[in-house]
DNA sequence: CCAATGATGTCAGTGACTGTCATCAGGCTA
DNA sequence: TAGCCTGATGACAGTCACTGACATCATTGG
């Protein structure tokens, strides 16, 4: 039947799930490596087989994010401008943290409480962006046009999704994003 | 006279500067901490007294930026919308790099060689992001107008410092960042 | 049944970073 | 001048993230 070998299924999954819960309970910092492989019933070494450092395991979703980013660009009528295709993608993306719910308040609660998380949250927006430039790229936007819409639509998504974390009541992201946008628009339009 | 007592003076800047050369020498991750330290005539102990970690003596800079950018916004005529402030701010800023030249030219290879360093980088624009939607709101502009227009702003000097540093010829940087603002601003405009 | 493969364990490092205490110059005060 | 405080440094031991090398063992294909 299934593959009940000599190993657990899923070795990933267990050290993403271990670090999580660890990183809740005590804190980044406070945890060692050692400690979530042990709780996923694997070995330090395990742990670096599977992501990077420290780090990369909060962020291992962001890799299929950036997918439907890229789609979303890609499934833009061809008519659309870019900043219209970006605000299309970053929406879709949004209605993706909005099914999530609870689970990314929590996540980024973690990420929030440490300076190093923090900082690798920016490389994953980075990188998010670095993509949504390359999508526009692939549509014919020239440079740095396309750079720059990229860089202002990561930028709308970053401030919209931190309304939306703080809010308390269940607002609605891909609502807040339109908003910071047009927002956007507004301010760069010079008045 | 002098202190000339039992340490030699300037003990942050000769770590810099030591730092610096073997970063250049045998790249960042080929350096360590230890041989930083006794380049500059002190141990590596003293090397974490004055710098948070490995990362920051490249970064030791990053403050006087920020009050820079600050004051240009403090300065700038109050009838200035908010996005002409942050113009004002970052162009200010693209002269200071002009005059710096060949040592920014050196600097930025060096971070851009190494992942570590590009990523500290992220904070320090992240920073200045920060501070300059703080000096746009004391000049009362609201939220969230005051965070897009500085995220903007970072976004258009990232992008400008860039192409500004792959240039061979020596262009000029306020130019280009006033140039990246007008494609910014006709990217936003939906066209 | 055997060989190749792949995921894991084991072990011994290196190097970034920290806590703690000792040392020593300059300055302040009695 | 002696005594004391302060601040920058050295010395040293320790933790922990991360890596390289090699052994182990289930699965898979022949």
Known sequence: MQGMGRWEPNARGRLEQAALE???ERGFEQTTVA???KRAG??????FRHFADKREVLFWGSGTLQEHLVNAVADA?????????????????????QERG??????????????????????????????????????????????????AGIAVFKI?????????????????????????KAVTAGR
Chains 1, 2 share one sequence.
Do not use: C, H
């Open 160 to 184: 919209a999704f931190g309304r939306w974390i703080s809010e308390t009541g269940g607002a609605d992201l891909s609502s807040i994003i339109r908003e910071s946008l047009d927002e956007l």
């Open 35 to 37: 400690e979530i492989a």
């Open 22 to 24: 660890l990183y809740l």
């Open 102 to 151: 609870e689970n990314a308040r929590r996540r980024q609660a973690v990420i929030a409480a440490n300076a190093e998380l923090r900082e690798r949250e920016l490389v994953k927006l980075a990188t998010l962006s670095a993509a949504l430039a390359e999508a526009l790229r692939r549509r014919g936007v020239a440079e740095p046009a396309a750079s720059l819409a990229a860089e």
């Open 77 to 97: 009528p061809e008519s659309a401008a870019p900043m219209d295709a970006t605000a299309a993608a970053i929406e879709s993306v949004g209605a993706l943290f």
């Open 42 to 47: 694997l070995t330090e070494r395990t742990f």
